[in-house]
C-alpha cells in the first residue's frame, strides 16, 4: 500500500509538473503572439509612410518637369524656324530625355497608388483592336529605332470590352515596350488578339533575350529587373511589369509567360469582356 501512494504521489507531481511548464509555455506563446502583432502594424505602418513618401516626392518631380518639357516644346519650334541644327538637336534631347523621366514618374505614381488601394476604373465599352492600334502607332518611333518590325494581328474582329480604356492601353503599351527593350536591334514583334469565349486574348510575342527561370521568379515583383547590376543594361524601375498585373488583376483577369532564353519571350493577358459579370 505504501508503495502504491509513493507511486501515485510521483505520478502526480509528474501531472502537476507538465501542466505547470505547458501553462508557462502557453503564456509565452501569447506573449510573442502579442509582440508579433506589435511589429506587424509597425511594419504596415512603416510600409504606408514609404508609400506616401513616394507618391508625394513623385508628384512634386512631376510638376517642374512638365515646365521643362513645355519649355524644351517651346524652344524646338523657335530653333525649327531659325533653322539651327546643332541648337535644335540638343534641345530635341532634353525634351526626349523629359519624357523618359516623366514616364519613370508616372510610373512611380502609379504604383503608389495601386499600394494604397486608390486605384479606381473608369468603365467604358470600346473596341479593343482600336486600342491596340493606337499604341502601336504612338511606339513606332522606338521599334524603328531599333528596327523592329511591328505585326498586328486582330484574329476575331470586332472584339469588344467593358472595361477601363486608358489602363488597358497601359498594360499594352508596358508589355509592348518592354518587348522593344529586351529584343536585339532587327527583331520581330508579334501583337495578336483573339476571342476565348467569356474573354478576350491579347497577346505579345518578341524574339529577344527572354526570360530565364530564375528570373521569372521575380518578373512581376516591382523594383526588381532581371540585370540589378549597377551598370546594368536597361534602363527602367522594374516597376512595368507589377503595374501591369496588378491591372490586370484588378479587371479580374489573368497574365501569364512563356518565355526560351535567347528565343524570345510570349506573354499573354486574358480578360473577362464584361467586367462586371
Ligand atoms: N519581353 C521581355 N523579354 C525579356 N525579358 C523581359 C521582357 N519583359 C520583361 N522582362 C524582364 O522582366 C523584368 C521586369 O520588367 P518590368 O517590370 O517591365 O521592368 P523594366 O522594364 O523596368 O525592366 C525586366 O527587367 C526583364 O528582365
Ligand atoms: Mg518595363
Redo the contacts with the bound molecule.
Sequence with gaps: VKMYHIELTASMLIILSLIALLIALTYKIIKQKNALKGINRELKESNQVKTEFLANVSHELRTPLTVIMGYSELLTERLAKEENATNLKFVQTIHRKSEDLLSLIN?LIDFSRIESGKLELRLSRFNVEEVINETVEELATSAEKKQHSMNVEHRNTPLLLLADRGKIKQIIS??L???I???PTGGCITVRTYNAGEFCNIE?E?N????SEE?MK?????F????SSYNKK???????????KNLVQSHHGNIR?Q?TPGK??L?IVSLPKEIDK
Excluded at 521575380?218 to 516591382?222: D, L
Excluded at 526588381?224 to 540585370?227: S, Y
Excluded at 536597361?234 to 501591369?244: K, N
Design positions: 510610373d508596358n508589355l515596350q518592354n518587348a527593350k529586351y529584343t505579345v518578341d529577344g533575350v527572354g526570360i528570373q521575380h518578373i512581376y515583383q516591382p526588381k529587373q532581371a540585370d536597361y534602363e527602367g524601375f522594374g516597376l512595368g511589369l507589377a503595374i501591369t509567360v518565355s524570345g519571350s506573354f
